[in-house]
C-alpha cells in the first residue's frame, strides 16, 4: 500500500529535544485516542507489555530501566494499573526488599484487548509514514534510548 503524501512543517526550532518531544506528543495522542476504546493509554499498555515481555516478574528498577523512567515516575504509573486490577506487586522471595511486578489474569485480558487495537494505529502508522521508514525510524529512536548513547553522550561532556 502506498504510502500517504505529508508535507512536512517547516519548525524553526533546531532542538532535536524540542521536536523529539513534539514528536513524542503527537504519537502518543494518535495511538491513545485509537486505544481509547479500551480504557488504556499508550503509557499504560507500554507497562503491560514489559511485564508480559519478561521472563520473570521485573522488579520495579528493572521495569523503570526498561521504559527509561525513574522510580517515582514508575511508581506512578503503576498505581491505576495496580487499582484497575491489571498488575500486582509482590515481594521477592529472596530479598524482600525488592518488589516485584506481575501482570494478573484481568492485566493479560486488558493487554489482549488492547493489542488489537494497538495493531491497527500501527499499522495506520506504517501507511501513512511507510513500513521502511517506520522501521528505520524505530531503529534510531533505539540507538537514542540506548545506554550505549547516553554514555557516549555524557563522554562528550
Not at 59 to 81: C, F, G, I, W, Y
Not at 89 to 98: A, F, M, V, Y
Not at 140 to 151: C, K, P, R, T, Y
Not at 152 to 157: P, T
Request: charge should be positive; hydrophobic fraction near 40%.
Amino acid at each position: 500500500m502506498p504510502q500517504a503524501t505529508v508535507t512536512p512543517i517547516k519548525d524553526p526550532l533546531v532542538c532535536n529535544a524540542a521536536a523529539l518531544r513534539k514528536a513524542t506528543r503527537r504519537i502518543t495522542q494518535l495511538y491513545d485516542a485509537a486505544l481509547a476504546p479500551c480504557g488504556l493509554s499508550s503509557a499504560q499498555r507500554s507497562v503491560l507489555m514489559h511485564v508480559d515481555r519478561a521472563s520473570e516478574p521485573p522488579t520495579m528498577s528493572d521495569l523503570a530501566h526498561a521504559l527509561v523512567l525513574d522510580l517515582s515516575a514508575l511508581a506512578r504509573n503503576l498505581k491505576p494499573l495496580e487499582r484497575d486490577g491489571y498488575l500486582e506487586q509482590t515481594r521477592d522471595p529472596l530479598d524482600g526488599r525488592i518488589r516485584r511486578i506481575a501482570l494478573t489474569p484481568e492485566g493479560r485480558a486488558k493487554l489482549k484487548d488492547a493489542n488489537k487495537l494497538w495493531r491497527k494505529a500501527q499499522s495506520r502508522f506504517e501507511q501513512v509514514y511507510g513500513e521502511e521508514r517506520a522501521k528505520a525510524l524505530r531503529d534510531a529512536l533505539a540507538e537514542i534510548f540506548s545506554d550505549e548513547f547516553v554514555e557516549a553522550f555524557d563522554a562528550r561532556a
